[in-house]
């Protein structure tokens, strides 16, 4: 349960005592991914084809910044033809990569040519996808969903954006290019692996759930 949502119950008269919030955690890797070079600033978004993902908002920024970049989108879902449409509407046919859905593994493998990880959606709690992401040691644009400012609290790790501007959107995807072009982007990634590493574990997920069992045994 994020704080957001504990503020939501908390309007609906649950006790505070009631709750307890405790992060989502994955079990990260002992050794950071070695990247594979690669020709183009690439850009995947990892999440099912629905409207509340909205790549909708992503397709049309991802056309309005105008930077030469390569996105590619894994998942399925319901929205699959309204995107292929949309790609093909806005152009961007040779540059947007509709993949499919993909396993862990061969999301890993994509990992290893992606620089940035982007997430448009309307609504999340706390997106494992982002968590694989720093794992992966590969910066976040993210739109600002359950408790991103504690999983991204920091722009060193990457971008928070309002949901649904997309005049911020424009503007995070080029300055992001820009840190490309500088070479910024896999330090980015570093500092946010080590960030969510030693607060987003499963070391640290049990050891809060463990201490929430404690507190409701007092």
Not at 39 to 60: E, G, S, W, Y
Not at 125 to 135: G, I, K, M, N, R
Not at 159 to 188: C, E, R, S
Request: aromatic letters at 8%; charged letters at 20%.
């Amino acid at each position: 349960m994020t704080k957001r949502f504990e503020q939501q119950l908390l309007t609906l008269g649950v006790k505070p005592q009631r709750m307890r919030v405790i992060y989502n955690g994955i079990d990260f890797h002992s050794e950071p991914m070695t990247p594979v070079a690669h020709d183009a600033f690439t850009l995947m978004i990892v999440a099912r084809l629905h409207p509340v993902k909205d790549h909708k908002l992503l397709l049309n920024a991802f056309k309005a910044a105008d930077i030469p970049a390569v996105l590619n989108i894994v998942g399925d879902g319901p929205e699959m033809d309204h995107i292929k449409q949309q790609i093909a509407a806005l152009d961007l046919s040779d540059r947007v990569h509709l993949l499919g859905f993909k396993t862990q593994d061969e999301i890993r493998q994509l990992q290893a040519t992606t620089d940035m990880t982007v997430l448009t959606s309307q609504s999340e709690s706390f997106p494992l996808v982002l968590l694989e992401s720093a794992d992966a040691g590969i910066p976040v644009l993210t739109t600002d969903v359950g408790d991103m400012q504690v999983m991204v609290p920091s722009t060193d790790y990457g971008f928070v954006i309002p949901v649904g501007d997309q005049h911020a959107l424009v503007n995070a995807l080029q300055m992001a290019y820009k840190d490309y072009q500088a070479g910024i982007l896999p330090t980015m990634g570093a500092a946010f692996r080590a960030y969510a590493s030693e607060h987003f574990s499963i070391k640290q997920l049990q050891t809060s759930v463990w201490a929430g069992y404690q507190q409701l045994l007092q």
